[in-house]
């Protein structure tokens, strides 16, 4: 059991008059209780206040010598340490009902908001439309004045288009391989005389020997009839004889490798017997004036179109029937 002992060493002196006066007290001691436990040990005093004073010339009523911890300390409360633990507050639950009514009004605000947007999409889907007709307005007031070449265009690209398909179903289903061959070969047989009678006159005429060989397609296929071929033929030797002023072997050589590819057997026959008759005589002739006969060689020779689309079309057809082929192996395997 301890008791408690007013503690005259620890005291603490305020300016605070406990009544009013009418003079000034500069200093006035106030003494403070200290509890001071007593124990088995001999006793003794322990100082624990500190001495303060108050300072009333500074015009406020602040403690002189204390920290600002402790003020704070003493200002909010004067409950002991080891019984602070013993006096916390509960927390309390939390109110929701406030927001209740803010989401009250949010909803009411985004009822707003959705029916201003409502009226903007009106208004942009208004714009949209709008300008969607001036523009159909503008392409029907172009159109009116080039329309039908715009429209011949597209149908020559779309029929384009189409034969080309055509032609490659058409050789890769029927192209005739033993046919093609034997067309590469005659054809070749004129075109070597040529080159080897009259030097560099393959390279010459590319595009003659070109429209030569449509020619050729067109009368196998049926597209035009026997006697205009035989026209457009004369046209070609007549234009290379007496257009391009070239000679004999070289004005012939379009006309005689179209007959003797797509020619009637004795055609055939008749024309390289012809033309290498032909060749032969030109040679003598140029010999008998002293001309070189590789005068105006090149070193590079370029293969007419017609021998290059026969020879695609060979490896076209090949090519699908052995993958056809190896289609069905694997199905079956």
């Known amino acids: 059991m301890s008791t408690t002992i007013p503690s005259l060493l620890s005291c603490s002196l305020s300016f605070k008059p406990s009544f009013p006066s009418p003079k000034v007290q500069a200093f006035r001691p106030q ?108 392409f029907a007031v172009v159109y009116h004045f080039i329309g039908s070449p715009i429209t011949f265009s597209i149908r020559c690209v779309e029929d384009l288009f189409y034969t080309v398909r055509a032609c490659y179903s058409w050789i890769i289903a029927n192209a005739p391989v033993p046919d093609l061959t034997i067309i590469i070969v005659l054809a070749s047989v004129v075109l070597a005389i040529a080159e080897a009678t009259v030097p560099n006159c393959i390279n010459s005429q590319p595009y003659v020997l070109t429209v030569s060989g449509l020619i050729g397609y067109a009368a196998v296929r049926g597209y035009i009839s026997e006697p205009f071929f035989w026209t457009l033929l004369l046209g070609v030797y007549g234009f290379s004889k007496f257009v391009k002023k070239r000679d004999d072997v070289s004005s012939a050589m379009p006309v005689a490798a179209v007959l003797a590819a797509v020619g009637e057997p004795w055609v055939r026959v008749l024309v390289i017997v012809s033309f290498t008759g032909l060749a032969i005589y030109q040679h003598s002739k140029m010999l008998a004036e002293g001309r070189k006969v590789g005068e105006g060689e090149t070193g590079q020779m370029r293969l007419p179109v017609p021998l290059i689309l026969s020879a695609l079309a060979i490896g076209l057809r090949v090519a699908a029937k052995w993958a056809g082929y190896r289609h069905l192996t694997w199905m079956i395997v």
Do not use: C
Request: hydrophobic residues 45%; positive net charge; aromatic residues 14%.
């Open 31 to 138: 003494f403070i209780r200290k509890g001071i436990g007593f124990s088995p040990k001999p006793p003794r005093f322990s100082l624990g206040k500190r001495f303060a004073v108050n300072d009333n010339k500074s015009g406020g009523d602040g403690v002189v010598g204390l920290d600002e911890a402790e003020k704070e300390a003493r200002g909010t409360s004067t409950m002991p340490e080891r019984f602070r633990y013993l006096s916390k507050e509960v927390q309390t639950p939390p109110v929701r009902w406030p927001w209740f009514v803010a989401l009250a009004f949010l909803i009411y605000a985004w009822r707003a908001v959705l029916f201003e947007l409502k009226n903007w999409r009106n208004a942009a889907l208004s714009i949209a439309r709008f300008t969607g007709n001036l523009l159909k307005y503008v």
